[in-house]
Nanobody
Framework: QVQLLESGGGLVQPGGSLRLSCAAS????????MGWYRQVPGKQRELVAG???????TYADSVKGRFTISRDNAKNTVYLQMNSLKPEDTAVYYC?????????WGQGTQVTVSS
């Protein structure tokens, strides 16, 4: 079993910052990739940012230059630093970890950007 524990969501004003964390625990073997997705009601879940085991990162166009993904392999943890937040960033953010070709999801954390 693999558990993903997310933290760091909340309410922030436009232009503010939040940092999400996701720690993987349990039967951890070789993690291939870690990432963050987000979803709003009525829409499909979309990739926000990802990082593979070589450190290569990818970002959605809408967050480039504002969000930064990083990972701590020793702690099996992935982070998402979100700056210059906009109302359209409001969503439930989900952590995703790919290990031995199997994807695991966190429970989701709400991010609300509003004045």
């Amino acid at each position: 079993q693999v558990q993903l524990l997310e933290s760091g969501g909340g309410l922030v004003q436009p232009g503010g910052s939040l940092r999400l964390s996701c720690a993987a625990s349990g039967s951890i073997f070789s993690i291939n990739a870690m990432g963050w997705y987000r979803q709003v009601p009525g829409k499909q879940r979309e990739l926000v940012a990802g990082v593979n085991n070589g450190g290569r990162t990818t970002y959605a166009d809408s967050v480039k230059g504002r969000f930064t993904i990083s990972r701590d392999n020793a702690k099996n943890t992935v982070y998402l630093q979100m700056n210059s937040l906009k109302p359209e960033d409001t969503a439930v953010y989900y952590c995703n970890v790919v290990m031995t070709l199997t994807g695991y999801w966190g429970q989701g954390t709400q991010v609300t950007v509003s004045s």
